[in-house]
């Protein structure tokens, strides 16, 4: 009976302890702020390669095949917390590309110095553990928008004076960990992102289009740097 009874005792106090640490450790997470800033290095490693080709009156290789370079660029990140597990992620980066032909017209230029800003939004979930690292997924909308295209040396060769690319609307999903350096919200962030997103490129001839085609576009783009929650 003395057994039961402190058996007893020991289980509510141990309900008790539990029910009083859950707060507090709510508490602790909400004492670090709703805001989180990301400083990030990020490797954009993306696709290029045509997909479809709409119009073509210069005689393209039938094997046409293309490839856009990988880039290195300087990323921040903003974050809102909602909650101790939910929060909504944007990003703000400038990238910069080259297309160059694979088959058909190996090495061969067509796009030259492309420069994207993919505006991007990603609610992501934040899971529960008792350790600084806390791991994360996301998904959410992105706008690719194109900006300084030139057509590349190739294409200018054959007369193309102007290079469009379009912009247009993708989904994006994420994963990642973010892990505490300090209880003043000082962290590291490591971050992977899978982009789906096409484009359509249209080079033309005084106005004029000549060459039309579909570009898979669907990078990844893997971060690292330090973040700052408060």
Known sequence: ??????????????ALSAGLAMPAYA????????????FLGSAVLTDGAITEIRTDTVGLPADLQT????????????E???TDNISLETICCVTQH?????????????????RLIPATFTLK???????VIKPYVGAGPTYFIWFDEDPGSTTVGLGVDDLDFSNELGFALQAGVDVALNDDGLGLSLDAKRYFVDTDA?????????????HKLDPWVLSAGVSYRF
């Open 98 to 114: 080259d297309v160059d032909g694979v088959t058909g017209l190996p090495g061969a230029e067509l796009v030259s110095d492309a």
């Open 80 to 82: 809102y917390f909602f």
């Open 1 to 14: 009976m003395r057994f039961a009874t402190a058996a007893l005792a020991a289980t509510a106090g141990l």
């Open 67 to 78: 490839e856009a370079n990988d880039n290195v660029v300087p990323t921040i990140a903003a």
């Open 27 to 38: 508490q602790d997470d909400a004492e670090k702020g709703r805001l989180q800033i990301k």
């Open 202 to 214: 249209t080079w033309s001839v005084a106005g004029t289009p000549v060459i039309e085609t579909t």
């Open 125 to 131: 979930y934040h899971f529960n553990t008792d350790g």
